[in-house]
C-alpha cells in the first residue's frame, strides 16, 4: 500500500482485539513518509490494560527497545503509561495525563549527545541496547504514575541536549 502511493506519505489506521487469553485490545496508528535518506515510519499504539492487570515490566520493556535497535534502524521509543477504559475506547471526561515510563534513543540520536554522556544521565537507570553495530541506550524514567518520572524525564532531556518545547510554534 505505501509503495504504490510513493512519494506521497501514507497514514493507516490499526486496529486490533483479544484473540483468546494473551490478546489485548490495542488501536495506533502507523505514518510512512518518504526522507532523503530512504523511508520513515512513526507510529502510536494505546495497548490496553484492565485496573488492577499487571503491566509490562520495565526488563520487559527494555528488551522490547533492544529488540528494535537490533532489528531496524531505531531513532526513537517513548513509553508512558495512561488512565483510560481497557477498551482502548476514548472517555467523555478527563482521565489525567499520561505519565513516561521508559525511553530509547538510537544510533542517530547518540551521535550528537555521545553514548558515554547518554550512560551517565541524572535520576533514571540507563542501559546499553543494541550491540555494536546499533549503538543505543534504554532509560528507566518512572512509574507512569508517579510525579517524578515528569522531573526526571525533564532532566534526562536537558542532560541529552533536547530543547525544553514551550507554549506553540509560530
Avoid at 502507523?30 to 490494560?49: D, F
Avoid at 542517530?108 to 533514571?124: K, Y
Avoid at 542501559?127 to 524514567?141: E, L, M, Q, T
Wanted: aromatic content about 6%; overall charge negative; charged content about 15%.
Amino acid at each position: 500500500m505505501c509503495r504504490d502511493r510513493a512519494p506521497d506519505p501514507t497514514w493507516a489506521v490499526l486496529v486490533g482485539g483479544p484473540a483468546g487469553e494473551t490478546g489485548r485490545p490495542s488501536i495506533g496508528t502507523l505514518l510512512v513518509s518518504r526522507v532523503q535518506g530512504g523511508v520513515e515510519e512513526a507510529s502510536h499504539i494505546v495497548i490496553g490494560y484492565r485496573s488492577g492487570e499487571e503491566v509490562p515490566s520495565p526488563g520487559l520493556l527494555r528488551g522490547l527497545a533492544d529488540d528494535l535497535a537490533r532489528g531496524f534502524s531505531l531513532t526513537s521509543l517513548f513509553v508512558q503509561w495512561g488512565a483510560g477504559p481497557a477498551d482502548v475506547t476514548a472517555l467523555p471526561h478527563w482521565v489525567g495525563v499520561p505519565g513516561p515510563v521508559g525511553m530509547a534513543v538510537g544510533p542517530g540520536g547518540l551521535q550528537a549527545t555521545g553514548l558515554d554522556r547518554a550512560l551517565s544521565a541524572p535520576m533514571v537507570t540507563a542501559h546499553r541496547i543494541g550491540g555494536d553495530h546499533a549503538p543505543s541506550v534504554w532509560f528507566d524514567i518512572g512509574d507512569g504514575v508517579s510525579p517524578e518520572g515528569f522531573s526526571n524525564f525533564e532532566r534526562l532531556t536537558a542532560h541529552l541536549g533536547v530543547p525544553a518545547q514551550v507554549g506553540g510554534s509560530g
